[in-house]
T-cell receptor, first 114, second 112 residues
Framework: EAQVTQNPRYLITVTGKKLTVTCSQN?????MSWYRQDPGLGLRQIYY???????DKGDVPEGYKVSRKEKRNFPLILESPSPNQTSLYFC?????????????FGPGTRLTVL | EDQVTQSPEALRLQEGESSSLNCSYT??????LFWYRQDPGKGPEFLFTLYSAGEEKEKERLKATLTKKESFLHITAPKPEDSATYLCAVLSWANTGNQFYFGTGTSLTVIP
């Protein structure tokens, strides 16, 4: 079954404690992306990756890091989380052909930073 | 600046009452316009991709259309199971051509 998985699904942490949210896809997609979703602001792109070792900033990259060492994995790293990073996070993947077709989303990670 | 605006924010329909959701966009060269459905607590589920003005796509009770400035998601004879938030997103050719911009969504409630 084609899917994007994220872990953990729920996380409560404290300010300044480094954390990593993992994302993995089994569709051999080149393109992967991270979003955060906040009420009234919609989905905003944090970072995206066109392929292994190729990443670029989205709309709201401040306070986040990513890495793409393998094609299937694209972890999101918060080195010093702050309360304003409390949000619902989604990972997504798609092929990067000329016609940007379906983008598959993971189930989401709800993060609370106290 | 690339921008996506959806209206209305919320819509309540009686079962069987057809209507349309609007997505207005401003982008520096449209690479694709996407419609998603999102249920509470879940990730967005892909519905359609439209690439050029005049294009239309259909799936069950849903039909998406595209002009140079906006897209419509038409819902014909909706059922309660169509209740969800519908998201519109655009992919622009600006910069690397790989940055998505989402609207804030239309929350649809279909009453039996």
């Amino acid at each position: 079954e084609a899917q994007v998985t994220q872990n953990p699904r729920y996380l409560i942490t404290v300010t300044g404690k480094k954390l990593t949210v993992t994302c993995s896809q089994n569709m051999n997609h080149e393109y992967m992306s991270w979003y955060r979703q906040d009420p009234g602001l919609g989905l905003r792109q944090i970072y995206y990756s066109m392929n292994v070792e190729v990443t670029d900033k989205g709309d709201v990259p401040e306070g986040y890091k990513v890495s793409r060492k393998e094609k299937r994995n694209f972890p999101l790293i918060l080195e010093s989380p702050s309360p304003n990073q409390t949000s619902l996070y989604f990972c997504a993947s798609r092929t990067s052909g000329r016609a940007p077709d379906t983008q598959y989303f993971g189930p989401g990670t709800r993060l609370t930073v106290l | 600046e690339d921008q996506v605006t959806q209206s209305p924010e919320a819509l309540r329909l009686q079962e069987g009452e057809s209507s349309s959701l609007n997505c207005s966009y401003t982008v520096s060269g449209l690479r694709g316009l996407f419609w998603y459905r999102q249920d509470p607590g879940k990730g967005p589920e892909f519905l359609f991709t439209l690439y050029s003005a005049g294009e239309e796509k259909e799936k069950e009770r849903l039909k998406a259309t595209l002009t140079k400035k906006e897209s419509f998601l038409h819902i014909t004879a909706p059922k309660p199971e169509d209740s969800a938030t519908y998201l519109c997103a655009v992919l622009s050719w600006a910069n690397t051509g790989n940055q998505f911009y989402f609207g804030t969504g239309t929350s649809l409630t279909v009453i039996p």
